[in-house]
């Protein structure tokens, strides 16, 4: 494993005090559904005929207890439509470049998104491949695990040096996160089993349509911190708690999305 350079160190350590301030952040309390503690974020996107557009849009701060106006676009993405493109992320007001989703490696078991801002890695998102017997027991078609660094951690961890060695030696990111205390592993819920044999997640309402994107991630407690779920043709309701920003949320949806 490389050691992490100064100059990265500062960078990454800058990456997070910026994320209070500007694009990155986590809205307000008042943004929160105080039943389930989550921000509220929609995800729209259109294919065209050479690439695919998305757009990130969060509630605005509620008014007396009411909705305001309308969902604000605070992010968008761009994806050619070539399976190997990264997505670029723009901040709407800008219209400036933030960050980049990119499939980093793709095997028989594992595959591997990697999120950017500029040259610095900022998370980690892994997806098992669900195998024969997975479809024939009805068991969760697909796993994931999603590790970022620490953004209370003085000494953040460089991913690029951990994770993807963990991943193909190890079979996941839990040793990385494990022998590396600056970062923080979350994993995908596991789905109940309904009667009738399909299976659910509780989304609290968010969520109208089945779909194999639909996900929760949860923290060591299991408390939900971020689920994706399909509201409609093209939309996708993508709510989040700290540890995620709106921007780490995003970067989540469009992996889901990509697969």
């Known amino acids: ?20 301030h500007d694009e990155f952040r986590t809205p307000e309390p008042g943004h929160l559904n105080q039943r389930t503690k989550l921000v509220h974020g929609t995800v729209y996107s259109e294919k065209l005929n050479s690439s695919t557009h998305f757009s990130f849009a969060l509630q605005p701060k509620q008014e007396n207890g009411k909705d305001a106006k309308k969902p604000v676009v605070v992010l968008t993405a761009t994806k050619d439509n070539k399976s190997k493109s990264p997505f670029i992320i723009k901040n709407t007001e800008t219209k400036k470049e933030v960050g980049r989703v990119m499939l980093q490696f793709k ?28 479809f024939l027991s009805l068991d969760p078609p697909r796993a994931a695990q999603v590790a970022i660094p620490d953004p209370i951690e003085k000494n953040p961890t460089w991913l690029a040096d951990v994770c993807k060695e963990s991943i193909l030696n190890k079979g996941s990111l839990k040793a990385a996160a494990d022998e590396s205390p600056g970062l923080v592993l979350l994993q995908n819920a596991v789905p109940y089993k309904k009667p009738d044999g399909s299976l659910g997640l509780n989304f609290y309402g968010r969520g109208q349509q ?50």
């Open 210 to 259: 089945a779909s194999c994107r639909n996900m929760q991630l949860i923290d060591t407690s299991e408390t939900v911190v971020c689920q994706v779920a399909k509201w409609d043709t093209c939309v996708h309701n993508v709510d989040f708690a700290s540890p995620f920003s709106s921007f780490l949320a995003f970067a989540f949806a469009l992996a889901q999305l990509d697969l």
């Open 107 to 134: 095997t028989m078991k594992y595959i591997s998104y990697a999120v950017f801002r500029g040259d610095v890695q900022v998370a980690s998102i892994v997806y098992h491949v669900p195998t024969i017997r997975n």
């Open 1 to 20: 494993m490389s050691t992490m350079s100064k100059d990265l160190a500062t960078d990454l350590s800058k990456f997070y005090e910026r994320s209070l």
